[in-house]
Nanobody, 119 residues
Framework: QVHLVESGGGLVQAGESLRLSCAAS????????MGWYRQVPGKQRELVAD???????NYADSVKGRFTISRDNAKNMVYLQMNSLKPEDTAVYYC?????????????WGQGTQVTVSS
């Protein structure tokens, strides 16, 4: 089992920045990748960015050049630095981890944190 707790959401104006944090606990050594997803009401949850245990990153086209994902393995933390925020970035942001346990891959999710960007 992996337990994830997000923090750092809030209300900002367009053009401002926020940093989301996600603290992982539990079967940390089994985590293969971590990432951030977001969801707005009535739409599917979508990938924002993810990072492997080796540090390779992947971003949604809509956030490339504005968002940066990073990982501190020593602290079991993953971060999402969000710059030049736009109203369309408004969503609930979820931390995700993929863990390889007992020959299977499992997805774990945090409770979500609200990000609201006003125009």
């Amino acid at each position: 089992q992996v337990h994830l707790v997000e923090s750092g959401g809030g209300l900002v104006q367009a053009g401002e920045s926020l940093r989301l944090s996600c603290a992982a606990s539990g079967s940390i050594s089994r985590i293969t990748s971590m990432g951030w997803y977001r969801q707005v009401p009535g739409k599917q949850r979508e990938l924002v960015a993810d990072i492997t245990s080796g540090g390779s990153t992947n971003y949604a086209d809509s956030v490339k050049g504005r968002f940066t994902i990073s990982r501190d393995n020593a602290k079991n933390m993953v971060y999402l630095q969000m710059n030049s925020l736009k109203p369309e970035d408004t969503a609930v942001y979820y931390c995700n981890s993929e863990a390889y346990i007992g020959s299977y891959y499992y997805d774990y999710w945090g409770q979500g944190t609200q990000v609201t960007v006003s125009s």
